[in-house]
């Protein structure tokens, strides 16, 4: 009876196994992005995934010697269903953030974006002064403060939009509590909402920013470039936290990129400007 | 509004589109055969003697037509994949990931909604056999097997067939709910193409007349369907 | 399970009610008015008016809530211009004002439907009967027509209702913080959507479930010919048939 039921268990575990555990595929590491989050990760016309980390991801694969697979998967469960295996890895513009580091691990980051806000270029906002131009949060010193208070100035009374579940999200919540809010599902709706007037400036990554800066002259952006603190520490692969081996290579990949110059120039090829770490 | 938007081929969004109706068809044609399987069980359930077959079928329409959709999706998206890896290592101490595919998961989210309906109206549909059908097979001496095959399947269908319509286009419009964690159907082309052109109106519009030409095509096969089913029956 | 966070999140959640029940309500009320004059046209003689109404019905049945929402919201930004020409934008700019309207379209053309089964559920001779009698139209209406056509409808229109209570959930999808939008918000903090979507989910089912009751009660309510006599019916002796003596 036992034997018969050790059986059927097994059989059951093999079949549960072949149908569905595509994560039996030791060597392939199955890596998850958004797909709309240009110019890390987005669609082209042809339907085809692309952009800096699409070819990142696969630049570092071939210095992992690993065989990868890119998941299309949304913003909104990416980091769950790492949690549930469902892939390896998560390259989507993610950033090191302390909050998530409680559920998942990152590696080294290998692009730090600063965040500022960005308004329709016939708004009054134009033109706004700011005293510093660029600005650490983290330890934030009196006169970071005082430039942070007077962009919250500004923006009283007014609606920024923001992509649910971000960093941005959370220095909005954090830093200007008093700002009324509204968060997206995805960036580009929020830049559709922007150009609609339906919110007054919207706060996200240069990076993000830059290629619509490029296209048009509609958009402009105001305010200081706010890295660090809840805006995290860079972008990274997100890992599963007990993945530590995994990890070491991606360190060890991106390391060689940095080393040989090959991320800086692909960082310039698609961001417009070198946003990678110089060690 | 810019047309050019919708060619065909790399630079246009048209075969995207094509590709994104085969699949909000795919998924609907599947769940919906997968609502008459749950219809037809919990139908049973819900005719049954037994108490507690009874209440379980009760449970289940209760729950499926009492919670919105779009959380019965969330839930088993990322709900499902946790619960079935707990049983996976409870009982056989396999710990890797159990994949659920995007369309599967998607066919069960939908197919378990459109299923609560589907039971309701297999339900109706049995309950309008007249009881003497039945009393009249058994007493010519047909088994259990050949009263389901030649009285009640026949009957219901023909009674069944409008408000099976009905779930058709339910498990047809609840398909773009999958966009939402990712499948690439009609609606999730409509948004990906709207975030990459800023055209939102022309996308959108696009997915809601591909999603009106459908309803239509599977109307009129379901009026072939019910006139079938009808032949053998003399109306005024 | 990590009932801490089910306690945690279901006050915040519990927060979201008011939305889903001032969108689903607003937009109830809205309909129904709507609904009838476009049953009524529905049953109109006129053929073009006849084709309009069941034309605006059947897109609306035929086409997702989710596209019509977008196309609402998202689609309306694309004509800003247009639309703040004719003074309409201040309230396409709302996303409370996108939902309600696509909302209200949507459940207009349900229960059009619903009022127009309900009409034709009287049978003509009730009519024919209280003409006959000389009673004047509206009368006819008030104390023949309405009172049969609303317990006809009345089961269709509760599954409105609560087929509106659960389409309330994707209002969330173009920035309205509901039920359904409040469980995002916590799970983006938590990562624990299991728990999170189940409480929702039970809030959503109590909210039904007071539906449910509410339309059982006013069905009770108005057919009170139809109540069965739940009393013990009086045991009624039968007289045994006398025993012809031996």
Redesign the interface.
């Known amino acids: 009876m036992v034997a018969v039921m050790t059986r059927i268990g097994v059989a059951a575990a093999v079949a549960v196994a072949g149908l569905w555990a595509a994560g039996a595929q030791a060597d392939t590491i199955r890596i998850a992005t958004e797909g709309a989050y240009k110019p890390y990760n987005f669609k082209d016309a042809a339907g085809n995934l692309v952009g800096f980390e699409i070819d990142l991801a696969a630049e570092l694969c071939t210095r992992m010697e690993a065989e990868c697979e890119i998941v299309e998967q949304a913003w909104d469960g990416i980091i769950p269903s790492l949690i549930a295996k469902k892939y390896d890895a998560i390259m989507a513009g993610m950033s090191i953030k302390a909050s998530r580091e409680e559920v998942i691990s990152f590696s080294r980051y290998y692009v730090n974006t600063p965040i500022t806000f960005a308004v329709l270029s016939d708004s009054a906002l134009v033109g706004t002064e700011s005293a510093m131009e660029a600005i650490t949060l983290g330890e934030v010193s009196a006169e970071e403060q005082a430039v942070i208070d007077a962009m919250k100035g500004v923006l009283n009374g007014l609606t920024v939009g923001v992509q649910t579940s971000t960093t941005h999200e959370a220095f909005m919540t954090e830093f200007m509590p008093e700002i009324d809010l509204k968060s997206y599902d995805t960036m580009d709706n929020m830049i559709l909402d922007l150009e609609a007037g339906r919110i007054d400036a919207g706060y996200t990554s240069m990076t993000y920013l830059r290629p619509i800066l490029e296209q048009g002259d509609d958009i402009a952006v105001i305010g200081p470039k706010m890295t660090g603190g809840p805006l995290g520490r860079g972008v990274a692969v997100g890992l599963r936290q007990e993945d530590t081996e995994l990890r070491d290579r991606f360190n060890a990949a991106i390391d060689t990129m940095i080393a040989d110059g090959t991320l800086s120039a692909m960082a310039t090829e698609w961001f417009g400007t070198d946003i990678s770490p110089t060690e | 509004m810019e047309l050019s938007y919708l060619g065909w081929g790399d630079a246009g969004w048209g075969d995207e589109f094509a590709r994104g109706a085969l699949m909000t068809f795919a998924v609907a044609t599947c769940a919906f055969l997968l609502s008459l399987v749950f219809g037809t069980i919990f139908a049973a359930f819900k005719l049954s003697s037994n108490l507690l077959l009874r209440a379980v079928a009760d449970v289940y329409t209760t729950i499926l037509r009492g919670i919105p959709e779009l959380l019965v999706i969330y839930l088993i998206f990322f709900g499902g994949g946790q619960l079935l890896q707990t049983i996976a290592l409870g009982l056989f101490g396999y710990d890797g990931y159990i994949d659920l595919p995007v369309f599967g998961v998607g066919t069960l989210c939908i197919g378990l909604s459109a299923g609560a309906y589907s039971t309701e109206v297999i339900r109706g549909a049995v309950l309008a056999i007249p009881r003497g059908q039945i009393e009249a097979a058994r007493a010519i001496g047909m088994n259990q097997g050949q009263r389901f095959w030649r009285i009640l399947v026949p009957q219901s269908a023909r009674y069944a067939l409008p408000g099976l319509g009905n779930v058709w286009q339910f498990a047809l419009k609840d398909t773009s709910l999958i966009s939402i964690v990712g499948l690439v159907e009609i609606m999730r082309t409509a948004a990906l193409g709207s975030g990459s052109t800023k055209q939102p109106f022309t996308f959108f519009i696009t997915a809601f007349l591909i999603f009106l030409v459908l309803a239509w095509l599977s109307q009129r096969v379901f009026l072939r369907a019910e006139a079938w089913a009808n032949r053998g029956v003399r109306s005024a | 399970m990590d009932f801490e966070l089910i306690a945690e999140s279901l006050p915040r959640l519990a927060e979201g009610i008011d939305e889903t029940l001032l969108l689903a309500g607003s937009s109830l009320v809205i309909g129904f008015v709507l609904a009838v004059p476009i049953a009524l046209l529905n049953l109109s003689n006129n053929g073009t008016v006849r084709t309009l109404s069941s034309g605006y019905v059947y897109?609306f049945?035929?086409?997702?809530?989710?596209?019509?929402i977008?196309?609402i919201y998202?689609?309306?930004?694309?004509?800003?211009a247009e639309l703040q020409a004719v003074g309409l934008?201040f309230l396409f700019?709302e996303?409370w004002f996108c939902a309600i309207l696509a909302l209200t379209l949507n459940t207009a053309a349900y229960t059009s439907q619903i009022i127009r089964g309900g009409l034709q559920s009287v049978p003509w001779g009730q009519i024919e009967a209280a003409r006959s009698i000389g009673m004047p139209g509206f009368m006819a209406f008030r104390r023949l027509i309405f009172p049969i056509a609303i317990r006809q409808a009345l089961p269709a229109y509760g599954n409105e209702i609560?087929l509106m209570v659960?389409?309330?959930?994707?209002a969330?999808?173009i920035?309205i913080l509901e039920i359904?939008?409040i469980?995002?918000?916590i799970?983006?903090?938590t990562?624990?959507?299991?728990e999170v979507?189940?409480i929702?989910?039970a809030i959503?089912?109590s909210l039904?479930?007071i539906v449910t009751r509410a339309i059982m009660l006013v069905e009770f309510w108005l057919t009170p010919h139809l109540r069965v006599d739940r009393r013990i019916p009086p045991v009624v002796r039968r007289t045994p048939a006398p025993v012809p003596a031996p």
């Open positions: 897109i049945r035929s086409t997702p809530l989710l596209v019509q977008f196309l998202y689609g309306s930004g694309q004509f800003r934008w700019r996303s609560i659960k389409s309330t959930s994707l969330s999808t920035t359904t939008a469980a995002k918000k799970i983006s903090a990562y624990q959507p299991v979507f189940l929702a989910g959503y089912l039904n479930f």
